[in-house]
């Protein structure tokens, strides 16, 4: 087989030669003339060609074509071996109605020796049909092919019946004259004719209008390729011990993605020998039989294709683009032109984004031409290709990609160095999947025996909540700078000294150690440089939260604003963490004030100081966290909405709370079910992406929904199965999952749940008061009040949530009560009337009121619940009648009235008629008074 003057030979186990050949142009004779008249037309290019006797039927395609045989063009498009010549041959052969076949190759690229062919296929259907066209190509000399293509036309637009004129591999023919002649006729289509393109690639016709006049149908790749019930059905014939594993299906699939070629290949494999159960293993790209077509097929028919050396050359690289290509193959190769070719389909690639800028080669079709290049060149000078890939993916920070080029060319080594080199970006947050994807293709080894890499791993743990394996990742980190190894140059061993100790900080500050937390946070900051932003970052938020932790709330603030006003780094990667270190050192002393006054001046919402998307949702974040709790709730739903995609789900920042946030807030006001849905969507989301950590806290959201909806029994089965682990006490976002869990206990009310819920909270209320969390604090001594009501302890009860609500009352908490149930209304009504909480504890009686009528289901279950009776003492009450007067009224007894009086309070949940009647107003069962 010639390839742009290159002879491959296949043989039965390889490709045995490959040489260069001259080819010989004619230099000096001129073109003979051509008289058509004495062409002799080889019928056989007229014959449809016959369907193999193990086709496999595909009615859902054969229908496709069927529906576009009403139109003008069908356009069936693919690259060699998706079974376009079949399927098209095998539709006509079940049809009713006329068809003709034309299969087409490069020498019918002469006007009009494709002409004559063309009304030779039409006459081969309709024998007396063109008769002008005819007469013209006769003629001496030969007319002009404007005036041909006016006969033509008029010669098919009066056809005697309807015809589906079939063009075989169109993509052959390579004259622009033919190309207008057919746009022509597509142009103007005649009335009876149905032309049907079969080709590899696009077709250079202006096909835009028909596309948009529905005036044409068409089928690509994804319509053409098998089904796994397509496959199994040709593999079935082919063997009868066939594996009926799940796996061995999925991993053929892979390995041939539904290309019908690969399907038949795989099936002759089977038929000369092979074991089923072996076929993933070695059926590839370098069997002989797959390399004969690829030489064939592919490589035989190389007009549009670059030089064989760059066509191997692209083979190393997963996925491609046209400047990529460029720079592996060198500055002749012209990357847009083989884009192009690719894009039309010359090759057989797949599409891997939405922009159709990026392709990979097919699994089978890479592995072929990888052996091609393992047997014609070098490894050095395949090495060498492989650093340029290396290079370009660096330089464009795709580090992901770079990682398995940079192992190819230079070993565990330089790809070590290339993460190291890009450390700062990997570590951000944004980018911590990547960092796992890249640490996942070195050999552990190498990391293992790398100081600078460990400590990159070590950062990824902390930030996937792996923390109980951190500690042994910092002890090897320990050893390895303990050595005297001249490989870790001074200052770099000084940073990673220093990045230990940030981690380290941040170890004895989730373990409850204010002082060594406060002390390492401040031995790291002398360590590390101005550019190790992130490391530094974290140092300077440990330190202001041992701060914190230790009761010193103005020195934590001092420390953040120093912080600030001396960072230098990138804004994204620097100022914007330190500000959500400050807002939730404000959240955990509960100041909501501070914490408000924090988001709105720092974020600038609406402004441009923090303007990217992430972190304005961020700030939304934290704002509509205060107007939620202060039952501020269509304000928080405004504020936060901007930071949700459409669908409903974050698009941003701090994915999971965002969201908790907002299933809260729909929960409030009475959108139970989209409340749900959006917490069932983070979940599904996590669960695909395996983020342990905020799946954990994703769960628990979900259990106290469930509770607050009473939906018991889900939160009961989330109690079961939940694994509490170390509690770190650590509890600075939206919910604490221990505080839920103790909830469920408290809900489920045996002896032996509520012992458990009061251990588990005394636990929580001594640590969170030694840590100074107050926030969650507050929230402990409500739950503790609940439980303290439960078994009766009424005094208790009333002391300690006595003690919450100072706590919560500076700040204006209301939501974390209210979202606690109407159970804590009958211990608000028996506090002590202290002038100074007078005010506040109605402010939470309204809001809980509030929040129950809020609850649609509710008011139909108060509606139901009234008796007629009742009904009618209801709007007695509302006239202003007193007791006596309705008992005159109704003839019954003052006794009875005053029965039914109370009946009505406690549906209504009411404590007087004033409030009784205000409820049955907002319920809308007084619309008649």
Request: hydrophobic residues 45%.
């Amino acid at each position: 087989m010639l390839y742009r003057g290159v002879l491959v030979v296949a043989a039965p186990g390889m490709i045995v030669a490959v040489r260069t050949v001259a080819l010989a142009r004619p230099r000096h004779f001129p073109t003979p003339p051509v008289f058509m008249s004495t062409l002799p037309i080889l019928r056989a290019k007229l014959r449809r060609p016959p369907v193999v006797a193990d086709y496999v039927d595909r009615p859902h395609l054969r229908q496709l074509l069927e529906d576009g045989s009403r139109l003008p063009l069908t356009l069936v498009s693919a690259p060699g071996g998706y079974g376009k010549t079949a399927l098209v041959a095998h539709w006509l052969a079940g049809r009713n109605g006329l068809s003709a076949w034309l299969s087409v190759d490069s020498e019918d690229s002469e006007p009009l020796v494709f002409v004559r062919y063309l009304v030779a296929a039409v006459r081969s259907a309709l024998p007396e049909s063109c008769p002008e066209t005819i007469r013209l190509l006769e003629d001496e000399p030969p007319p002009l092919l404007a005036s041909l293509g006016a006969s033509l036309s008029n010669d098919l637009d009066a056809l005697p019946a309807p015809l589906v004129l079939v063009l075989d591999n169109y993509h052959r023919l390579t004259s622009p004259a033919i190309h207008a002649l057919i746009g022509g006729l597509l142009a103007y289509p005649a009335s009876g004719l149905r032309l049907v393109l079969i080709v590899r690639h696009q077709p250079p016709l202006s096909l835009g209008v028909l596309r948009v006049c529905g005036l044409m149908s068409e089928l690509h790749v994804r319509e053409l390729r098998f089904a796994d019930h397509e496959m199994v059905t040709l593999l079935e014939d082919a063997t009868d011990r066939m594996p009926s594993d799940a796996a061995w299906l999925a991993s053929l699939r892979q390995r041939i993605e539904g290309w019908p070629v690969g399907v038949r290949l795989l099936c002759a494999t089977l038929r000369q020998g092979a074991r089923a159960d072996e076929l993933p293993r070695v059926f590839g790209g370098w069997l002989p039989a797959v390399r004969q077509y690829f030489v064939d097929e592919v490589l035989g028919r190389p007009e549009s294709l670059p030089p064989l050396v760059d066509l191997l050359r692209t083979s190393i690289l997963q996925r491609f683009c046209g400047s990529l290509c460029e720079a592996v193959c060198g500055a002749e190769f012209d990357g847009p032109a083989f884009m192009l070719t690719i894009a039309n389909g010359g090759l057989l690639c797949t599409a891997v984004d939405e922009h159709s800028e990026w392709y990979r080669y097919h699994p089978l079709f890479r592995e072929f031409l990888q052996r091609l290049l393992e047997e014609r060149h070098s490894p050095a000078e395949i090495a060498g290709w492989q650093q340029a890939a290396a290079d370009w993916f660096e330089a464009h920070g795709l580090l992901m990609d770079a990682v398995p080029h940079t192992l190819a060319a230079g070993g565990p080594a330089a790809a070590g160095r290339l993460l190291v080199r890009h450390r700062n970006l990997l570590i951000n947050r944004e980018q911590r999947h990547r960092l796992a994807r890249c640490l996942q293709g070195l050999p552990p080894d190498t990391i293992e025996n790398d100081a600078e890499l460990l400590m990159m791993k070590a950062w990824l743990f902390y930030h996937q909540g792996r923390h109980l394996e951190t500690p042994a990742i910092l002890g090897r980190i320990d050893s390895l700078l303990a050595r005297d190894d001249e490989s870790v140059e001074p200052m770099d061993r000084r940073v990673v000294r220093g990045g230990l100790l940030a981690l380290r900080s941040l170890q004895a500050y989730c373990d409850g150690q204010a002082e060594l937390a406060q002390r390492t946070a401040d031995e790291a900051l002398r360590h590390l440089p101005d550019d190790r932003t992130h490391a530094s970052v974290t140092a300077y938020s440990v330190l202001a939260g041992a701060r914190q932790m230790a009761g010193d709330l103005p020195g934590a603030r001092a420390v953040i604003d120093h912080a600030l006003a001396t960072a230098s780094g990138p804004i994204d990667v620097c100022q914007a963490p330190l500000v959500v270190a400050r807002c939730f050192i404000d959240w955990m002393a509960a100041d909501l004030s501070a914490l408000q006054w924090t988001a709105i001046e720092h974020y600038h919402l609406g402004g441009a100081r923090f303007a990217t998307e992430g972190n304005q949702a961020i700030g939304r974040y934290f704002l509509a966290l205060v107007q939620y709790q202060r039952n501020e709730l269509s304000q928080a739903e405004a504020t936060l909405a901007p930071a949700f995609a459409p669908e409903g789900g974050p698009r941003l920042g701090y994915r999971t709370e965002i969201s908790f946030l907002m299933s809260a807030i729909c929960q409030a006001l009475g959108q139970a079910e989209r409340a749900r849905s959006i917490i069932d969507a983070v979940i599904e989301h996590l669960l695909d992406n395996g983020d342990l950590p905020a799946l954990f806290r994703a769960q628990a959201w979900q259990a106290e929904l469930a509770l607050r909806q009473g939906r018991l029994a889900d939160a009961l089965a989330w109690a079961r199965n939940f694994d509490p682990g170390p509690v770190r006490f650590i509890y600075r976002f939206f919910n604490a999952p221990h505080l839920t869990l103790a909830r469920v206990w408290l809900a489920e009310g045996s002896l032996e749940s509520r012992e458990q819920a009061a251990q588990l909270l005394q636990l929580l209320a001594d640590e969170l008061t030694s840590r100074h969390n107050h926030r969650f604090l507050i929230e402990t001594l409500a739950t503790q009040a609940l439980l303290a009501q439960a078994i009766n302890d009424q005094s208790g009860a009333c002391e300690t949530l006595a003690r919450a609500l100072s706590l919560a009352q500076p700040a204006g908490f209301i939501r974390l009560f209210v979202d606690l149930g109407s159970g804590l209304v009958p211990l608000l009504k028996r506090l002590d009337p202290r002038p100074t909480k007078t005010r506040y504890v109605g402010e939470l009686l309204a809001a809980c009121h509030q929040d129950w009528l809020t609850g649609t289901a509710q008011h139909h279950q108060v509606t139901a619940e009234l008796t007629r009776r009742e009904m009618k003492i209801l709007k007695l009450l509302a006239a202003r009648l007193s007791n006596p007067e309705i008992s005159d009224q109704l003839c019954i007894s003052r006794a009875t009235v005053k029965r039914h009086t109370q009946n009505i309070y406690g549906k209504l949940h009411a404590s007087n008629r004033r409030e009784a009647v205000s409820i049955a107003r907002t319920l809308g069962l007084l619309t008649d008074i």
